[in-house]
């Protein structure tokens, strides 16, 4: 990683009328990943959906959306969710860049936070899934210490039917 990327923030967003601003300009900011994931450019609501999507039993009080900010800006962002698919486990459910920042770093100092925190709530485990259409990430989780664990589960949105492919990482 380049000493000259700039250090990076994470604030948990609360759904300032700012906040979703922001976000929802770097998820429109992304769209190669949208286009592989669902076929289309990111939704006009797509940061109000980000910020309300759960898996089942799990409250907004275990989410926990962050923007990522290079000094004032808002490059980025990660859907965090603690204790699942257990109590030890977080899962990341995305973490993006707008792409005019992608290759810069951030995406690996943003997960070092990541882990940080997931770890300050008593978890031991990381865990994402990748869907095979976006398959060329691949090599960023893994070379951050995440592995396939063999689990997959298919997967449909908008236009796009793929399959989900599970990784881990112990973070104890």
Known sequence: MSPSVPSITLRRLTGTPDELAAL?????SAPTYHERIQGA????????STLAELPPGKTLDDKFVFGIYAGAEMVGCADVIRGWPDAETAIVGLLLFAERHHRQGYGTR???????IARGWGMSRMRLGVLAANAEVLPFWEGRGFALNGERKPHR???VT???????????
């Open 157 to 159: 949105a908008g236009l």
């Open 24 to 28: 929802q300009r770097v998820l429109e």
């Open 41 to 48: 450019p990111a939704g006009t609501h797509e940061a109000e």
């Open 110 to 116: 943003a997960q070092v936070e990541i882990e940080r």
């Open 162 to 172: 793929s399959e989900i492919w599970v990784l881990e990482k112990s973070i104890a």
